[in-house]
């Protein structure tokens, strides 16, 4: 069955940049795809980096982490602590065996609706070309190592 | 099964939604398979924010007991407060409604019918399992203290200004310059009307300056701001003007005296002299005069003090010694209203701007129009004596140019046939204008267009390519050429003339950037600053307490610069008169019990907020400071940091109602048991 | 530093001079120019406007030799502003159009060859010499300044407008090749018609609207009472060389400005014979013009007091560096 693969993908974004930007996107009714969804925070600092792992596990295939430009956060410089956190992330998430253009990292301040459009765009391409992640498929159902992909199974309670 | 009982609402928004989205499908959808979340009814209305939508909540509230609201329509930006103001009405509490957006975010940038309809579904499970989690908040009473501060002696500024001290409030003023009067004070006559600038402002300007309730700081910046909407805490550098104004009477005998001559950059724009102790011009308020170390004898060498050898009071009021004086003050809300730069002309280097004597630009030309300008108000070249035959006025240097600015000014188009109504009345010269579009969209303005037509100038429709002084044929020798395309007849054409006024953009200051960030608002990509909604609230910024008024926030002319002066005085004015301000309760707390004193989140807040008690090794967190950005909260490895209405139950209940469907609308077969 | 060099036709005929004094002054400024092997002419403006595909491939195998040679990271430096431009332009759509790459690497295969685009650097000799040479290296090698000698720096239309690549210049009106010449110490009068068409080819289409055009020229450096042009392509100075005559009798002027190349006059500043730089191959004598170089800077002009009434000039930034 060739149905082309839609990669579901998360975005966080955060309430006085980015959300604004993909309010402005609407706005200018710039089309990007829909395979992204945005949960609102107040600001990138709040991204815990376990909502990224949560994400991905709970079957999203990428994750989108949105903020303020550096320099130019709501908050002052807590975009600068998610970018820490991100950074660091992204080494755990590579010795996970998660491709990292599966998570990404996008600064868009509330004017850049038209450039958040086409990172999106971007994005869902590059993880589309990705596959699937299929995340608990790919742990083995004791925990242990490495397994190709599996079918998806059902798992009684 | 959960216990609460939630209405879903899903807005048509007459066909924004709907003609994208199947809203009436979605809100099938919700009703039954989010029954065991709690959605206990599902609507769809055309119109969600209109009172009858707001009433179809309120009903439903009061008849089914409902304890959560989820409305499914625009931006929460637009009307996440309509929407808390009717569960408000119906006795829940205000925070307990959720907004989620299917317009913005899916119906206007989705074209896939279908898929967009499913997206519209996951994104409503997701507002529902969040809102269930969400808890009874209290908005924070914030008190407004009622002085305010005002950044920016121009027209804006002053018209803020006065509207705030003459409904009885303290209100204090710094301006950058010795004198505030701003841009306006350099003009000579101002369009449509021709009034003469300085006639209008200098009331206005002496207004300010004697007005009891105005503390004007002049030659002083803002260096550093703290503080929150209420309560802001400014430091202000005075800079030492070297005179002491407690003596000083404005007498004017020192910059007579004064030997040494300087090009005044600022106030006469390049084209005239200042003295190095100096007024920048004659009706400036305050009335004190400045000594400019830089170029000041005394200063750099050591000799002279002529300035205060001639001071006639007693005792002197020259003060060599005099030093910078740093004010604190505490304000309530802050208007900035900073104004304009000027597109510096040399980087257009084939108009020849710097290299040939006399193409000018347009605030140059003003100052020669103005009677206390350097010329008395004689238009003349660059040789200070010459009256010029023909002269050419280009408009939009610098703007609606790729290469530079690609915004319109605004003022230019009515500034420049102002130029040609000045030059043909002061000199009867052939004026000729050359312009891409005539603008003039305002009250009398395109009337005073007709005027200047029928006065008999010149106009050319097409961008100037070069001014240039290479004369090709006779009639060119000594005179600058101005090559353009006159695009309505289709032809090249070489128009020599005696002198060019290059009418160029508006530009934000040098240092907005900088400004911005102090002050705590953002920049647009043009570096002009960011107001909370382009169309309806032009004087607000997303911080609460800074407002932004006149050229600062766009180009723009006097009347819309004092309309918008008044705009945000208005909106101060209404800070202050309640007394008191509601923050949004996003905040921060630590469940002490929880705290194991690591102090990984101490650091983190930039608003001081985080406080550890060394006795007890617990931390706490102010409510008043914290901004409620969650920085901390994410950095809490305990979870001992919760953050109201953006908790991580909130937020993992939203990603599981996101990832309840796949791009397709079919289940997502990899939901981890423990999330269900 | 080594590069890729590639002549063109007219370095070895009428632009002779140009070649010895850029061999001349790359030898003191130790640049070594390694010749492209076996180089064939670059079409010129002609033979793009005669058949496309043609022309592309005549280039084209210039850049497939360059990249063969791959001399310093495939910089590939063209003295003549037609020959820069043809190699810039065919690298440049070779790029941006897959098709016509392949058309062409088809048409090179014939010989053994094949480009990738994108693969050689083309720059021109100006751009080598203000941007990877530098001015303070140039005015260290300055032995002769030419004082008292008023140039006016002729840029030419090409160089400046590549529109494929990022100018190293302002195309409107650009001042490497001015402030080159006041580092030799001579002194640049203001030439506005700096990046004006010379005629190019016209010459040889409608003689006199090319003479109309070199004679503008030629008035514009007159007005400004320069000692020579200098230019740094050789249609360039062939057109304001070759025909002045012609335009003076056209016109009834007498224009008497020798045309030099921007190379020959840093030769002489570096102390060297002017036999060494080609000169003497100009049909309008340079020899008055040079006898104008004295040993002493001319005097700093006083700070002239402004007359009564005359109102100041706005600050340029040249002003601020002096």
């Known amino acids: 069955m060739d149905k082309k693969f839609e990669p579901l993908i998360i975005g966080f974004t955060c309430n006085w940049c980015s959300y604004r930007a993909a309010d402005m996107a609407g706005i200018s009714r710039e089309k990007y795809p829909p395979n992204v969804r945005l949960i609102r925070l107040m600001c990138s600092g709040r991204l815990d980096p376990t909502f990224i792992l949560k994400a991905l596990a709970g079957g999203a295939d990428g994750v989108l982490v949105t903020g303020c430009h550096p320099g130019e956060c709501h908050y002052l410089e807590q975009n600068f602590k998610a970018a820490r956190r991100f950074s660091l992330l992204k080494r755990m998430l590579n010795q996970m065996g998660i491709e990292p253009e599966r998570v990404k990292l996008v600064w868009a301040s509330a004017a850049e609706g038209v450039r958040l459009a086409k990172e999106i765009t971007t994005m869902v391409e590059e993880v589309r070309a990705l596959g699937p992640l299929n995340w608990p498929g790919v742990v083995a159902e004791d925990g242990n190592g490495y397994v190709a992909h599996l079918a998806p199974e059902e798992v009684s309670a | 099964m959960s216990k609460e009982k939630i209405g879903v609402y899903v807005c048509h928004c007459g066909t924004n939604i709907s003609g994208t989205v199947d809203v009436e499908e979605v809100s099938k959808w919700a009703g039954e398979n989010l029954e065991k979340d709690g959605v206990v009814v599902s609507r769809d209305y055309k119109f969600m924010c209109s009172s009858l939508g707001q009433e179809l909540i309120e009903a439903d509230i009061k008849e089914q007991g409902l304890t959560r609201v989820v409305v499914a329509a625009c931006s929460p930006h637009l009307h996440e407060q309509t929407f808390r103001t009717a569960v408000k009405r119906a006795d829940l509490n205000p925070y307990l409604c959720e907004m989620v957006s299917i317009r913005e975010q899916v119906s206007w940038v989705h074209t896939d019918k279908k898929i967009a309809t499913e997206k519209s579904k996951s994104v409503i499970a997701g507002g529902v399992k969040r809102v269930a989690f969400h808890e009874e908040l209290e908005p924070l009473q914030v008190p407004i203290n009622e002085a305010t501060l005002v950044v920016g002696g121009g027209i804006a500024g002053i018209q803020a200004a006065l509207e705030i001290a003459d409904s009885g409030f303290p209100v204090y003023m710094v301006e950058r310059e010795p004198s505030i009067g701003g841009h306006m004070a350099k003009f000579d006559k101002t369009f449509p009307t021709l009034d003469c600038a300085a006639c209008i402002l200098t009331p206005k300007m002496v207004s300010v300056g004697d007005h009891p309730h105005i503390n004007m700081y002049t030659y002083s910046e803002v260096e550093k701001v703290d503080g929150y909407v209420g309560n802001f805490t400014v430091t202000i550098r005075k800079k030492a003007r070297y005179v002491d104004t407690d003596v000083c009477t404005g007498c004017g005998i020192c910059e007579e005296k004064c030997p040494q001559k300087v090009i005044d950059d600022i106030f006469e724009a390049g084209l005239g002299y200042r003295k190095a102790v100096y007024r920048p011009f004659p009706q400036a308020v305050p009335k004190y005069p400045v000594i400019d170390t830089d170029n000041c004898i005394y200063f750099q060498r050591g000799k002279c003090k002529a300035c205060q050898i001639f001071c006639p009071t007693e005792p002197n009021s020259i003060d060599f010694e005099q030093q910078d004086e740093i004010i604190e003050i505490t304000v309530g809300n802050i208007i900035l209203a900073t104004g304009y730069d000027l597109f510096d002309a040399r980087r257009v280097p084939q108009y020849g701007y710097g290299r040939l004597a006399n193409v000018f630009t347009s605030l140059e030309f003003e100052r020669m129009c103005n009677a206390a300008g350097p010329t008395n108000g004689e238009v003349v070249l660059r040789d200070g004596v010459t009256t010029p035959e023909a002269v050419a006025i280009v408009h939009c240097v610098g703007s609606r140019d790729r290469n530079y600015n690609n915004y319109c000014s605004v003022i230019c188009c009515m500034q420049s046939l102002k130029f040609a109504h000045l030059v043909k009345e002061r000199t009867g010269a052939e004026v000729y204008n050359f312009y891409i579009d005539m603008r003039t969209p305002f009250k009398d303005y395109d009337e005073f267009y007709q005027k200047v037509l029928e006065e008999g100038a010149h106009f050319i429709r097409g961008r100037v390519a070069e001014i240039t002084d290479a004369a090709r044929m006779p009639g060119e020798e000594g005179k600058l050429i101005i090559q353009a395309e006159d695009t309505l007849i289709g032809k090249q054409r070489r128009i020599p003339v005696d002198m060019v006024v290059l009418s160029a953009g508006l530009e934000s200051r040098a240092d907005a950037k900088e400004v911005a960030h102090k002050f705590g608002i953002s920049c647009s990509t043009d570096e002009w600053f960011i107001e909370k909604h382009p169309k309806l609230d032009p004087v607000a910024t997303m911080t609460e307490g800074v407002f932004i008024a006149g050229a600062c926030q766009g180009p723009k002319d006097i009347p819309a610069s004092v309309a918008q002066g008044a705009a945000a005085a208005a909106r101060v004015l209404s800070r202050i008169q309640s007394k008191e301000l509601a923050l949004e309760p996003v905040r921060a707390s630590v469940i002490e019990e929880k705290c194991s004193g690591c102090r990984i989140c101490n650091n983190l807040c930039p608003f001081n907020a985080i406080i550890f008690h060394e006795d007890r090794m617990v931390t706490e967190i102010n409510p008043a400071l914290c901004q409620g950005c969650g920085t901390c909260v994410a950095a809490c490895p305990s979870e001992a940091i919760t953050g109201t209405q953006f908790s991580n139950e909130q937020i993992l209940a939203q990603l599981e109602g996101l990832l309840m469907l796949d791009v397709e609308g079919g289940l997502v077969s990899m939901l981890e048991p423990e999330m269900a | ?322």
């Not at chain 3, 070649?19 to 030898?27: D, I, Q, R, Y």
């Not at chain 3, 506005?192 to 409608?206: D, F, N, V």
């Not at chain 3, 006898?291 to 601020?320: C, Y």
Request: hydrophobic residues 40%; glycine residues 6%; negative net charge.
């Open chain 3, 1 to 322: 530093m080594k590069y890729g060099y590639y002549p063109g036709c007219s370095m070895e005929r009428n632009a002779i001079a140009y070649h010895h004094s850029t061999m001349a002054v790359a030898g003191a400024l130790d640049i070594e120019l390694q010749e492209v092997e076996d180089w064939n002419c670059c079409g010129a403006t002609e033979y793009f406007s005669l058949e496309l595909l043609p022309a592309y491939a005549l280039v084209g195998r210039n850049l497939a030799l360059a990249a063969n040679q791959s001399v310093n990271g495939n910089q590939l430096i063209a003295p003549c502003s037609a020959c820069f431009l043809n190699l810039a332009k065919t690298d440049h759509y070779m790029s941006t159009s897959p098709d016509l790459a392949d058309q062409v690497n088809e048409a090179l295969a014939a010989g053994g060859l094949h480009y990738d685009p994108g693969s050689v650097k083309v720059r021109h000799l100006l751009d080598i010499v203000v941007n990877d040479v530098g001015f303070p290296a140039i005015a260290e090698k300055v032995t002769k300044p030419l004082y008292n000698l008023r140039v006016a720096p002729y840029y030419g239309c090409l160089i400046v407008r590549p529109g494929t690549q990022k100018s190293f210049d302002d195309p409107e009106y650009p001042t490497t090749m001015d402030t080159l010449m006041q580092t030799l110490g001579a002194e640049v009068v203001d030439f506005p018609l700096k990046a004006h068409c010379c005629g190019g080819h016209m010459t040889q289409i409608s003689e006199n609207v090319a003479l109309e055009m070199i004679r503008r020229l030629l008035k514009n450096a007159a007005d400004y009472e320069a000692d020579v042009i200098v230019t740094l392509c050789p249609m360039c100075q062939l057109n304001l060389d070759a025909y002045q005559d012609s335009v003076n009798k056209l016109f009834g002027t007498n224009f008497n400005i020798p045309i030099l190349y921007f190379t020959q006059l840093m030769g002489l500043a570096f102390g060297m014979r002017a036999v060494e730089l080609g000169f003497g191959k100009e049909f309008v004598s340079a020899t008055l013009a040079l006898t104008k170089i004295g040993a002493e800077p001319p005097p700093k002009p006083k700070k002239k007091r402004p007359a009564k009434g005359e109102l100041p000039m706005p600050a340029m930034p040249e002003e601020d560096n002096q």
